[in-house]
């Protein structure tokens, strides 16, 4: 449905681009589910910062800058939490 709103506006916003991106991480998540190969737990992560860069990106300037912090940190934190996932599951 996006890809045809898209379509019929004659135009792309950073935030379509943004939106596809989450759409193309869902669709990986769910490809490496089945196919049974890697964490299926990192890709989830993948997603929630992708969401959180969007949020920032789009809202960048409406906003205060403690929140700006905080989600930067949330960022951090979910990147931090992928590379121990990842490093635990070669083990």
Known sequence: MELVRVYEARSVSLA????????????????????????????????????LARLIVLQGKDMAPQNLVYEAGAILLLAVAAVVVVRAGKT
Do not use: C, K, N, W
């Open 16 to 51: 379509d681009i943004l939106l596809m991106f989450l759409y193309l991480e869902v669709i990986g998540m769910i490809a490496v589910f089945y196919r049974g190969r890697g964490s299926p737990f990192v890709y989830p992560i993948f997603i929630a910062i992708t969401a």
